[in-house]
């Protein structure tokens, strides 16, 4: 869950800022839109066992959420990313931005405008 | 009052008192009591030699303190302030955990989403099933009420899903009688015997829901129903 300090920048993709299984799920749930859970044990291939305690923490987290729908008398959770995949990407940049300047100040400002001028 | 004049107390009593060989006995047959509740298999035999181990050992403790026959003693008054205590925590907190257990949980009727869940429980025993927001399977009982998780509902089908019901609703009949037996394993300080009860109400929601159904229910969600 993005936590500063659970951010380990050694990593791949997502899984710099999510575990694993979150990384997974929030990549299907924003390619996919609304989805049920055994959809999404499908599409990520994880057993229920392991993601339904992800889902739990990405819902309580605010990344996901989650509507019950009945149908002939049965129910089921209908999942949702809360958030684009745009809007997560900028929440987490100025997460890290607002360390850096934290940390750093007119130093880390002074890289940064280096760093767009350059690109 | 002193813990180590007592102990030598002990000792000395032991040697003089003339029911010093009723509490042997007592030992003796407490530990006989608890060899053979390892060597039988019925889980219901075998829980009731525990208890009457559990009941001898109890019997052991007051005949001891009774052949002590000191004024006052240090040792009897923490042992039941212990006894006490743990009264109060096991039979108060049962009374009031399911109300804690809606509020923690946001708990609510289970009926209202899945009728037939409620009208099944029904016809066992009074209690009310609840579901709350969880996508883990999960299944307990509590005071009269029984908690299931909506990833439970969402998991099982009709048939397994009654097998956990009625697993559970066995608890909730039977609920009056495991605070005594937590009581009676806190004063002989031995571990309540878990394992026997669970079996017990496996084998209840066997006969209720059928075992292919309790078992494919397990195989689902193992160990999440207690």
Same mark, same amino acid.
């Given at each position: ?20 299984? $979150? ?18 044990? $499908? ?66 400002? $002074? ?9 | ?7 030598? *107390?002990?000792?000395? *009593? ?31 035999? !075998?829980?009731?030699? =525990? ?14 303190? &009774?052949?002590?026959? *000191? ?15 743990? =009264?109060?925590?096991? =039979?108060?907190?049962?009374?009031? &955990?399911? !109300? ?24 066992? #025993?009074?209690? #009310?099933? &609840?579901? &709350? ?39 909730? !009949?039977?609920?009056?009688? #495991? ?24 084998? =209840? ?13 397990? !195989? ?7």
């Amino acid at each position: 869950m993005v936590k500063l300090d659970q951010i380990n920048i050694s990593k791949d993709g997502l899984t710099k800022f999510f575990s694993p299984i $979150e990384a997974e799920i929030l990549r299907v749930l924003w390619s996919e839109g609304e989805m049920m859970t055994s959809e999404l044990t $499908e599409k990520t291939n994880i057993p229920l066992t392991s993601i339904a305690g992800t889902l739990d923490r990405l819902v309580k987290a605010g990344y996901a959420n989650r509507r019950v729908d009945t149908v002939n008398g049965r129910v089921r959770y209908i999942y949702a990313p809360t958030s684009s995949e745009e809007e997560v990407a900028s929440e987490i940049t100025t997460k890290i931005l607002d360390s850096l300047v934290d940390t750093f100040g007119p130093l880390a400002l $002074e890289n940064f405008s280096k760093y767009s001028d350059k690109k | 009052m002193n813990l180590f004049g007592e102990i030598n *107390c002990l000792g000395l *009593c032991l040697k003089t008192s003339e029911i010093a060989s009723l509490v042997a006995l007592l030992i003796t047959i407490s530990i006989a009591l608890l060899a053979a509740g390892f060597i039988i298999k019925n889980p219901k035999y !075998r829980l009731s030699t =525990f208890v009457s181990a559990q009941l001898s050992v109890l019997l052991a403790i007051f005949a001891t303190f &009774y052949l002590m026959k *000191c004024e006052e003693m240090l040792t009897i008054y923490l042992y039941l302030g212990y006894a006490g205590i743990s =009264f109060v925590m096991i =039979f108060g907190i049962i009374r009031f &955990y399911d !109300r804690l257990l809606i509020k923690r949980l946001n708990a609510k009727p289970a009926g209202s989403i899945m009728k037939w869940t409620q009208e099944f429980v029904d016809r066992m #025993t009074s209690a #009310t099933v &609840y579901y &709350y927001d969880s996508a883990v399977p999960r299944a307990f009982a509590a005071g009269r009420s029984i908690f299931v998780s909506l990833g439970l509902l969402e998991l099982l089908n009709d048939d397994e899903l009654k097998a956990v019901l009625a697993h559970e609703a066995w608890h909730i !009949r039977n609920n009056s009688r #495991t605070p005594y037996l937590k009581q009676l394993a806190l004063m002989t300080f031995s571990s309540p015997k878990g394992s026997e009860i669970e079996y017990l109400a496996d084998s =209840f929601a066997a006969r209720i829901a059928g075992s292919e159904a309790l078992s494919s229910a397990r !195989r689902k969600v193992d160990k999440v129903f207690i």
